[in-house]
């Protein structure tokens, strides 16, 4: 293929000027001093630009391994807890009442009436059917149906769900459930009148449950009133953005098995 001259003619004054520019830089940057810092400095920010760019790059990509490792250290923690408000005393710190397996949130659903999680653990890693799914700020859910490297989570945003719950400092406890008019509100449910029940106070997992650990923070007290005169039902505000869940942990109650036998034989 013939190039044309005026191309060709272009493409030499282009490398023309490029030498030109290299020669301008070698003598300036060799003939004074002031001159060769200032040339220095000019490259130094350059460089930096660039530097700061990649960084910027590197700490994009490397989020997904930040945010992994923070989910392990919550489950590490969570684990410690356990373990502490079992017995406070206790120097073993290998066994405690509830396992935890993180977990990634690749699906999660929060516009109907029955929603739902996927993540990226199954019973290859441990999971099993009817297991409760936390954060340290929320109840997520129970899983429903588990393969080899997925599992399937009713969401706690469904209205078959509900978690036994506490209020404030009274230890008085009933029915956590989704208000379906909101995913960031829920109603508690049968709690005694005469308790006098505050906005802003905490509502936090009760431990009556064998999916959920006690003590969880799920929410904050907005208000309350009479039901039928004679319990209260109280508006929470869950602290758990069900939107933005990236990473959960699945409960693992070590003792479950021996606490449904024992529920079994006293029921029958």
């Given amino acids: ?17 490029i030498l030109l520019e290299a020669a301008c830089l070698y003598m300036v940057s060799n003939n004074g001093i002031i001159q060769r810092y200032r040339l220095i400095g000019k490259l130094r920010e350059v460089q930096g630009f660039f530097w700061e760019k990649y960084a910027a790059i590197d700490e994009y990509t490397s989020l997904r391994q930040t945010n992994e490792g923070l989910a392990a250290q919550n489950a590490l923690l969570m684990h410690q807890l356990q373990i502490l408000k079992e017995n406070p005393t206790r120097e073993d710190t290998t066994k405690a009442p509830y396992t935890f397996i993180t977990a990634k949130v690749i699906r999660n659903t929060v516009g109907s009436s029955h929603n739902y999680l996927l993540i990226d653990k199954g019973y290859k890693d441990g999971v099993r059917e009817d297991m409760g799914v936390v954060t340290p700020i929320g109840v997520i859910g129970i899983t ?105 942990m699945v409960v693992e109650n070590n003792n479950r098995k021996e606490i449904d036998l024992l529920v079994k034989e006293a029921t029958e």
């Fill in 144 to 248: 429903h149906t588990v393969s080899a490297n997925y599992s399937y989570i009713l969401s706690f945003l469904n209205t078959s769900q509900q978690v036994s719950a506490k209020v404030g400092e009274t230890g008085a406890f009933g029915p956590l459930s989704w208000n379906p008019h909101s995913p960031s509100m829920a109603i508690l449910a049968e709690i005694p009148q005469h308790l006098q029940i505050n906005p802003g106070d905490t509502v936090r997992t009760s431990g009556y449950s064998s999916f959920f650990p006690p003590d969880i923070p799920l929410g904050i007290v907005e208000n309350s009133h009479i039901v039928n005169g004679v319990h209260l039902n109280i508006d929470v505000r869950l602290l758990q953005d069900f939107r933005s869940i990236k990473h959960v």
């Fill in 1 to 17: 293929m013939r190039i044309p001259p005026s191309l060709l003619f272009g493409l030499g004054r282009f490398l023309l000027f």
